[in-house]
């Protein structure tokens, strides 16, 4: 086995010292992760379901909803205009978008109203009551457990696991996110929280 030379001692921190840092910059990059969403809650998404109502018009008068989900390509399609692209924008501008196909060139005036339909959350384990939570705007891990009836008496609360839509998973220490806010981290449509049972 031969010896360590002048030259590799010198490098050899150099080389400790950069795979520090790469190690530092992994973490860093894996904790702010799990505060990006994968989408825009804000935004309709491809897979959403949503109910399109036209009024105004007397041909149109008593006409039910039309539902629509929007397809792979982004996009649904109506009677007349055809395919418009939905995903990826508010529904306020998919109901303008709709509105100036439509107006004038079908209808003197026509009222637009975009419904999509309920998106979920779930929490699961040692809450008290397990249950599909509708997501209705901004919410945290802590609020949504509380939103499933907080946590039983056997609940460890130091190591909840939460799963984005995407696959991605990370654990949430809640005991210290209750007296540090930063760490309760967000949750979006499609999340999972599983509080698992602790060791007595």
């Not at 418009?84 to 439509?102: N, R």
């Not at 107006?103 to 998106?119: A, F, G, M, N, Q």
Request: positive net charge.
């Amino acid at each position: 086995m031969r010896g360590v030379s002048m030259k590799e001692w010198l490098v050899l921190p150099a080389l400790l010292a950069a795979a520090m840092l790469t190690c530092a910059a992994e973490t860093a990059t894996n904790a702010v992760s799990t505060n990006v969403p994968p989408q825009n809650p804000d935004l309709l998404q491809k897979g959403d379901t949503i109910k399109i109502t036209l009024s105004g018009p007397r041909d149109l008068e008593g006409q039910q909803p039309i539902q629509q989900t929007i397809k792979e390509d982004g996009t649904i399609t109506l009677e007349l205009i055809g395919s418009i692209v939905a995903a990826g924008k508010k529904k306020g501008d998919l109901e303008k978008e709709i509105h100036s196909k439509y107006v004038p060139k079908y209808y003197k005036h026509l009222t637009v109203v975009v419904t999509p339909d309920s998106r979920f959350y779930f929490v699961d384990g040692y809450v008290k009551n397990p249950s599909r939570q509708v997501y209705l705007g901004e919410t945290t891990v802590l609020k949504a457990i509380a939103s499933a009836g907080g946590f039983t008496d056997y609940a460890k609360k130091s190591k909840v696991k939460v799963t984005r839509a995407s696959g991605e998973t990370f654990i949430i220490d809640c005991d210290k996110a209750l007296k540090n806010p930063q760490l309760d981290k967000p949750i979006y449509p499609g999340d999972k929280i599983y509080v698992p049972m602790r060791v007595f």
